[in-house]
């Protein structure tokens, strides 16, 4: 899993709390991002980060917000959980600095599984 | 309109059988296209990229590009269960980390021992 890991990996919340899910690199790539998989949708953009404290939204944003304070920790936050945030996340990481095809491609992580009741 | 069309099947062959699998697409300013391999429970890796039109080869696995129809295409030779994944194309306009890549649904595709 190119040194990601994501925690935690399976979690059951209920509408209106907040919940919080860590992406953590060890291999000090620049760009991080997290995705949402649903049946029928594919992968959608949520928010990545290219760099400490550099975020930017993606596709479907709204309803989360994101932090990354260290190059290896990009987290993602609901702030307050819905129904429609039932999903499958998945956080990317790219971006080795070195140019070429190794520094475009994205590599993913194993997932989390999050159910909102 | 999804920018990226993808039929979700699931696609069901025999072992050793040819596996094509496509999608269409409606912005013609995607350049670089992809396809990639998940399996059950985990997150999707990258099996092949190519950019603009033509083939690209690598062993078993062949990716086309058709830029004038808007369609791309994987194709499988000899397939083997453990080909049994799902088959995500995405596409991407740049290429760079910071381009946005859109991804097609997936193809789930089992191969028949």
């Known amino acids: 899993d190119a040194g990601i890991t994501q925690s935690p990996r399976h979690k059951v919340t209920e509408t209106g709390t907040p919940v919080t899910l860590r992406c953590h690199q060890t291999e000090n790539h620049r760009y991080m991002y997290w995705y949402r998989q649903d049946p029928g949708h594919g992968l959608r953009l949520i928010h990545y980060s290219y760099g400490v404290k550099d975020t930017d939204k993606g596709e479907v944003s709204d309803g989360y917000s994101v932090s990354r304070s260290k190059t290896e920790d990009f987290l993602l936050t609901l702030e307050s959980a819905t129904s429609s945030q039932t999903s499958v996340y998945f956080c990317?990481?790219?971006?080795?600095?070195?140019?070429?095809?190794?520094?475009?491609?994205?590599?993913f992580g194993p997932g989390t599984r999050l159910t909102v009741t | 309109q999804k920018e990226v069309e993808q039929d979700p099947g699931p696609l069901s062959v025999p072992e050793g059988a040819i596996v094509s699998l496509n999608c269409t697409y409606s912005?013609?300013?995607?350049?670089?296209f992809m396809w990639y391999r998940q399996y059950s429970r985990k997150g999707p890796e990258l099996l092949m990229y190519?950019?603009?039109?033509g083939n690209k080869e690598d062993g078993r696995f062949t990716a086309q590009v058709d830029k004038s129809s808007k369609y791309i295409s994987l194709f499988i030779r000899d397939s083997q269960p453990s080909d049994s994944a799902t088959y995500l194309c995405a596409m991407s306009v740049g290429y760079s980390s910071a381009s946005k890549i859109i991804f097609g649904s997936g193809t789930r595709l089992s191969i028949r021992p």
């Open positions: 990317a990481i790219s971006g080795s600095g070195t140019g070429g095809p190794s520094s475009y491609e994205q590599y």
């Open positions: 190519t950019y603009s039109s």
């Open positions: 912005n013609s300013a995607f350049q670089y």
